[in-house]
C-alpha cells in the first residue's frame, strides 16, 4: 500500500514539476535537458563544428540540445553528433545513434569506428547503471560506469576538449574526481538547479586533458 501512495506522490510531483512542463514546452522529451543547459552555462565547452559523444542518450533530451546549440542560421548542423545507449532511442534528426552496452568492448569498438580516429571535442554522460537497493553494489556499478566515460574520453578527446559526467556523492566519489584531477587541467563540480535537491546526483566537468593524458602523448 505504501509503495502504491508513494507513486502517486511521485507522479503527482512529477506532474507539477516546472520543468517537466518547461521540456514539454519546448519539445524536449525530458526534463534532464536543463540540467545540461544549465551545466553549459558560463563555459565555452560547445562550439559550432564541434564533434560531440552523447553517452547514456536515451530518451535523447541531451542530444537534442547539442543539436539545438550547433544548429546554423540555415538550420544546418554545424558540428556531429554520436550517441549512444542500451535503450533504443527514437531518431534525433541529424544525430548518429549507436544502440549497446557501453561496457560491451564490441560496443565500443563500433563507436571508434564511427570516430574514425576524428578527436571529440565534447564528451557527455548522463548514463547511470540499473541499481539494486544494495549500497555497496550500486557504488561499485556507478564507479565502473565512470571509470570507463573517464577513460574513453581520456583516449577519445582533443586537448582542449572536455566532459561532462554524471556522479553520485557517496562511497566512491571522492576517488573519481581525484581520478578527474589527474587527467584535466580544470576540474568543475557541479549541481544543477534542475537536478532535483533529494538526489546524490553531481555532475563532474573535466576541461583540457593534461599532457600525459593526451591520446599519443598530442
Known amino acids: 500500500m505504501a509503495k502504491k501512495k508513494f507513486s502517486k506522490a511521485w507522479v503527482q510531483r512529477h506532474i507539477?514539476?516546472?520543468?517537466v512542463k518547461m521540456a514539454q514546452q519546448k519539445g524536449?522529451?525530458?526534463?534532464?535537458?536543463?540540467?545540461l543547459i544549465q551545466?553549459?552555462?558560463?563555459?565555452s565547452l560547445l562550439r559550432p563544428g564541434a564533434l560531440v559523444v552523447d553517452l547514456g542518450a536515451t530518451p535523447g533530451s541531451w542530444s537534442q540540445v547539442v543539436r539545438e546549440r550547433l544548429t546554423g542560421a540555415q538550420g544546418q548542423i554545424q558540428g556531429r553528433i554520436l550517441a549512444l545507449d542500451l535503450l533504443p532511442m527514437e531518431p534525433v534528426a541529424g544525430v548518429e545513434f549507436i544502440q549497446g552496452d557501453f561496457r560491451d568492448e564490441a560496443v565500443l569498438q563500433q563507436l571508434r569506428d564511427r570516430l574514425a580516429g576524428q578527436p571529440v571535442d565534447l564528451v557527455i554522460s548522463?548514463?547511470?547503471?540499473n541499481l539494486s537497493g544494495v549500497a555497496s553494489a550500486d557504488a561499485a556499478r556507478m564507479e565502473?560506469?565512470?571509470e570507463l566515460a573517464l577513460e574513453f574520453a581520456c583516449q577519445h578527446l582533443h586537448p582542449r576538449g572536455a566532459l561532462i559526467m554524471k556522479a553520485f556523492h557517496g562511497s566512491g566519489f571522492s576517488q573519481i574526481v581525484q581520478a578527474f584531477k589527474q587527467h584535466f587541467v580544470r576540474v568543475l563540480e557541479r549541481k544543477p538547479a534542475a537536478s532535483r535537491s533529494e538526489s546524490a546526483e553531481t555532475y563532474l566537468i573535466g576541461i583540457g586533458l593534461k599532457p600525459a593524458t593526451r591520446p599519443h602523448g598530442g
Not at 551545466?39 to 563555459?43: S, V
Not at 548522463?126 to 547503471?129: L, T
Open 28 to 35: 524536449y522529451r525530458a526534463r534532464a535537458a536543463f540540467k
Open 39 to 43: 551545466l553549459l552555462e558560463g563555459e
Open 16 to 19: 507539477q514539476d516546472p520543468y
Open 144 to 146: 565502473h560506469v565512470c
Open 126 to 129: 548522463d548514463m547511470a547503471p
